[in-house]
């Protein structure tokens, strides 16, 4: 009687830990769902993510390099943006950063993200793949899908915004590289101050938590955390500094310029081989896509 009891107890307790655990599994799925809004899309932009990993390691000097930022630009002309090549050179290597507007207005707002990936997977747990080049799909790929989509989805007469695709920001810490040489030399190159810039970088994580980066503007985080949460997105913007990071928004603080890093780094595939497109949801894409373009709206009032 005993045994069968305790048999009876924990098949119970087993069947209260399971269903415990789905219920939190829907839970977190369900709060990133993908729901588009009617302007942006996250299933396209995983489409946009999908593409480009299969293009192979976006690395600077390979082909698949010189492919993406040809077909960056096609994508941006059939949106009906002007886009051109912007070429520089740091400590020896060539730069190709790709800017989009769609008027020689001085851009108001500047949204950007860095298209190449990392020529080392240095952080990859097996010590045999960490000379390999990471696929970058979250890292590089899933901010220059949802600055694609974006183009899409802004209207011609809304502010003026440039979306910039950063080159060479992803290298530092090897051999003759450093971090950040396609936003320095942009910057380096900018003759009209935005009022904002804002950067995306690993924005497409399944598992979205994205906190306060503390150098970033407070006042336009704050403005930009707040549009997700009116949105539902509450649960993925996270109202709590966290991380001090190094990323394509420093050079914008360093001229004066207001920027935000909107990052999520608590990403577990960061410079390893599994930065692979199975790894981003269109969920997570529709969230900080569809938060964006609402605080763009917010911005012309």
């Known amino acids: 009687m005993r045994l069968r009891l305790s048999i009876h107890i924990l098949v119970t307790l087993f069947g209260l830990i399971l269903a415990g655990l789905l ?61 051109e090549v912007q070429e520089a050179a740091r400590m020896g290597h060539p730069i190709q950063n790709v800017v989009a507007r769609r008027s020689d207005q001085p851009p108001q707002i500047i949204l950007a993200a860095h298209y190449d990936s990392r020529l080392a997977a240095d952080r990859d747990p097996d010590p045999g793949k960490r000379s390999a080049a990471v ?29 910039v695709f950063f080159d060479a920001e992803d290298n530092g810490d090897l051999p003759g590289w450093d971090w950040l040489l396609g936003s320095r030399a942009f910057v380096t190159a900018l003759d009209q101050k935005p009022g904002a810039a804002i950067i995306l970088d690993m924005i497409g994580d399944a598992d979205l938590n994205i906190y306060f980066e503390k150098n970033s503007d407070a006042r336009i985080a704050a403005q930009i955390w707040a549009q997700a949460a009116r949105l539902g997105y509450g649960e993925a913007f996270i ?24 990052i999520d780094f608590d990403y577990p595939y960061w410079h390893t081989t599994a930065d692979t497109a199975d790894k981003v949801s269109a969920g997570s894409l529709q969230a900080v896509g569809e938060t964006l373009l609402a605080w763009i709206s917010e911005q012309e009032r």
């Open 23 to 83: 219920g939190w599994y829907a839970a977190k799925a369900w709060v990133f769902p993908y729901t588009p809004s009617g302007d942006f899309d996250g299933e396209k932009a995983l489409q946009y993510v999908q593409y480009q990993t299969s293009l192979g390691p976006r690395t600077p000097g390979s082909q698949a390099h010189e492919q993406v930022v040809k077909w960056i630009r096609d994508e941006l002309a059939s949106a009906g943006w002007q886009a």
């Open 239 to 262: 109202p709590v500094p966290k991380y001090s990071i190094l990323d394509d928004h420093i050079p914008f603080i360093q001229a004066g310029i207001p920027a935000v890093d909107i």
């Open 135 to 163: 696929p970058g799909a979250n890292d590089g790929a899933s901010g220059v899908a949802v600055l694609l989509e974006l183009a899409r989805a802004l209207s011609g007469d809304s502010l003026p915004v440039w979306l």
